[in-house]
């Protein structure tokens, strides 16, 4: 029995929960929540944790998408292409680094083949029609052997309407709530009796809508402490289209996978994992006609892993990492204002008309944010009797900075002897070399470089007390280095409706604001206990987890303006002690050899100390933003020869544990159900037809842990009908 909880959705359990994204397939899980943003994005909340506390990797190796620095940006993957999603903590997650502190999700997949197909050929197909959204969705894949050599082609359609709500919300439907998309994968790998080595290409388009989303805010800016939502002077709506036009995102990823796992293959090694991609994201964020974000990131990854023969009763993993990333898009108005000089030039318009005409001055997006980092990480095995023990630890060096982007300085023959004498006496005679320079200083000055060399131990024990019960003991110290919203944010983040400051640029809201902070480490001390039964009619796995956080990284709030008549809060990203505590698990037992029923459940407390930033940000009464409530449930499964099917009732609790700038979240039931008959096809392949009804008892239900909770509730009533076929 493995020291590390690792929890697998797979077979007909992932394929009736699978959803139109990750977060919807995981929620229910125990321990695992949700963060809604209507039907295109929504990411798995793990022991009251998201992104970027969480990982999310494909087949071993990171994901590498926008996902991590806002809520509206989906996690890049089909569901309905994956063969199965781990769900990895404690040590196990330690290899991936300090990101992984509350757990890694591992999507499993088969575009590089790992073994030849069955008979030289295999595949699988199926489609889905869902009552709620008018979802149809339709997925398949095809797997051949030339030789040693196995090829494989999967794709998969999909598209969802605004998906349905109770009346009691007050309409319908949710408005922007519907989410298209396409995906399609080919892959090769060359396979011998120690491994397989193979690539693969995938691309995935996808349009989903914004619910609550509005570009009111988008003329919102700082007067030192105070948030000014009016039009005035430079400032101006920099969007200029309606607010009744459809906000949604166009995204395309496309991603190159380079995947080895062989076992036998050096003396004194028991197994070679490698795993290296090139990524190319990019998504755009529309209102109407208008273009008011983009973003891209451009990743190059490779991880290695060699797993040594037993050494003094001791089989571990030694791997090494190596990322280089460049990311764009954080600062909205950036893809606006691009000429930081641009009130000048007006006032030079003005003085000398059309002489001024053509003249450009300052920074043309994008404005990039680049990675560099390096990984090296151990993890060591050993039994000593009835108890297994692993030790695991990961050192990094990173490096984030921001270089300056292109500067474009045109001054018209006709206006530079009319300006000449005025800018010779500010700048000097070189005054258009030294204008530049000296933008191009003051920008690097904004933009600090910053360096982090995080290092994350765990140690994980399980004693087995017999062949049934075990109990398990996790302690871990977790570095993790803040991310790039938390360090560089400047700006309106329209899709959670704030104005944000990141930890480097609050001094250049107010200079009563922290100065830039380069060396916030979050740490934190973790301790995990565990009880397992594995088998007999009674099994149970209950596990109890503290973590005691230092500088915890979130966004507390100055002030909440309304002018506009949409809510904007005015947040700064600070570091403040925490503490998280909780219990998730779940109990079944076999009532007769056709039926289990299960009882499941979690809960997630916390705890802020605050620190004395500001007199203002001083709030003593503040909590925590975004907490999971408590949740408990039971469910009924049956299996009847070809007939298969369970029932599933669960209570999410009220959370009325708030941040100052969040309201209470009402409680709800939720009533979900699945049936399933399974036919033999002659000749070999099984083929199925299923029904999964989720909020069976249409209860207007609002998510906690949403940025746009108040206007993206989950569905009402829905039936997804479903047939899938393997061959």
Not at 242 to 265: G, K, N, P
Request: glycine share 10%; net charge negative; proline share 6%.
């Amino acid at each position: 029995m493995t020291p590390l909880p690792v929890a697998v959705l797979t077979g007909d359990e992932l394929a009736h929960r699978r959803r139109g994204t990750l977060g919807e397939t995981l929620d229910g899980l125990p321990g695992v929540h949700m963060d809604n943003f209507g039907a295109g994005a929504s990411r798995p909340v793990i022991r009251g944790q998201t992104l970027p506390r969480i990982e999310i990797l494909s087949d071993g190796g990171n994901v590498f998408d926008a996902s991590g620095v806002s809520p509206d940006h989906a996690i890049v993957t089909d569901p309905l292409l994956l063969d199965a999603i781990e769900v990895q903590r404690g040590p196990a997650a330690i290899r991936y680094g300090g990101s992984a502190v509350n757990g890694a999700v591992n999507l499993i997949d088969s575009k590089v083949p790992k073994t030849l197909p069955s008979g030289g050929f295999t595949g699988a197909y199926e489609a889905r029609y869902g009552t709620a959204d008018q979802e149809m969705s339709t997925a398949g894949r095809v797997t051949a052997a030339l030789g040693p050599i196995a090829f494989h082609a999967e794709g998969s359609l999909s598209y969802r309407e605004d998906y349905e709500v109770p009346d009691s919300y007050g309409s319908d439907r949710l408005k922007d709530s519907f989410g298209d998309s396409s995906s399609y994968a080919f892959g090769a790998s060359w396979v011998t009796d120690k491994g397989y080595i193979g690539a693969s290409y995938t691309r995935q388009d996808a349009e989903y809508g914004l619910p609550g989303h509005s570009h009111l805010n988008g003329v919102c800016h700082t007067h030192g402490r105070d948030l000014h939502c009016a039009a005035h002077g430079a400032y101006d709506d920099p969007f200029g289209s309606s607010d009744d036009h459809t906000a949604y995102i166009d995204l395309r990823s496309e991603r190159a996978d380079l995947r080895a796992d062989f076992t036998d293959l050096l003396p004194g090694v028991a197994s070679v994992r490698l795993r290296g991609s090139y990524t190319d994201y990019v998504h755009d964020e529309i209102d109407g006609p208008a273009l008011f974000s983009r973003y891209t990131n451009e990743v190059w990854d490779g991880r290695i892993e060699l797993t040594h023969e037993p050494l003094l009763g001791f089989i571990g993993t030694l791997g090494v990492q190596y990322t280089d990333g460049t990311f764009t898009g954080l600062n909205i108005n950036d893809l606006h204002f691009g000429d930081a000089n641009g009130e000048l030039l007006d006032i030079l318009e003005l003085l000398y008309g059309p002489a001024a005409e053509g003249a450009e001055w300052g920074f043309v997006p994008p404005y990039e944010y680049r990675t560099r980092n390096i990984g090296v990480f151990l993890s060591e095995r050993r039994s000593f009797g009835p108890v297994d023990v692993e030790l695991a630890a990961r050192k990094d060096w990173r490096e984030l900075y921001a270089p300056p982007p292109e500067y474009r300085f045109v001054i018209p023959d006709a206006l530079a002897p009319l300006i000449d004498p005025l800018f010779q006496g500010l700048f000097g005679p070189d005054w258009m070399e030294a204008v530049p320079a000296m933008d191009i200083a003051d920008y690097i000055e904004r933009h600090p470089g910053t360096e982090h060399e995080p290092l994350s131990v765990a140690l994980g024990a399980t004693w087995n007390l017999s062949q049934d019960y075990s109990v398990a003991l996790s302690l871990a110290r977790t570095e993790r280095a803040p991310n790039v919203r938390e360090l560089y944010a400047y700006g309106n983040n329209l899709a959670t409706n704030s104005y944000e400051l990141g930890l480097t640029q609050a001094s250049r809201a107010s200079s009563r604001f922290p100065e830039p902070r380069l060396d916030v480490m979050e740490i934190t001390d973790s301790a995990g206990l565990t009880f397992r039964k594995a088998s007999g009619p009674l099994r149970f796995e209950v596990g109890l987890f503290y973590q005691d956080v230092k500088d915890y990284i979130f966004a507390r709030l100055i002030e909440t303006e309304t002018e506009t008549g949409v809510p904007h809060n005015y947040i700064i990203y600070t570091a403040s002690d925490a503490e998280l505590y909780g219990i998730d698990g779940q109990i079944s037992y076999q009532l007769s050899p056709a039926a289990r029923l299960t009882v499941f459940g979690d809960y997630v407390g916390t705890d802020l100390v605050s620190e004395e930033v500001d007199v203002t940000l001083d709030n003593t009464g503040d909590n925590l933003p975004r907490i999971p409530p408590g949740r408990l449930g039971a469910r009924y499964e049956g299996n009847w020869g070809p007939f298969s099917g369970d029932v599933e009732f669960y209570r999410t609790f009220e959370q009325d544990k708030v941040a100052i700038y969040e309201t209470p979240t009402d409680g709800y039931d939720m009533l979900n159900a699945t049936i399933a008959y399974r036919f033999d096809i002659p000749g070999g392949g099984e083929l199925e037809l299923y029904a999964r009804g989720t909020n069976l008892t249409n209860e207007l239900a609002y998510v906690h842990t949403s940025f746009v909770k108040d206007q993206s509730p989950l569905r009402g009533r829905s039936v997804v009908l479903g047939l899938r076929h393997s061959f």
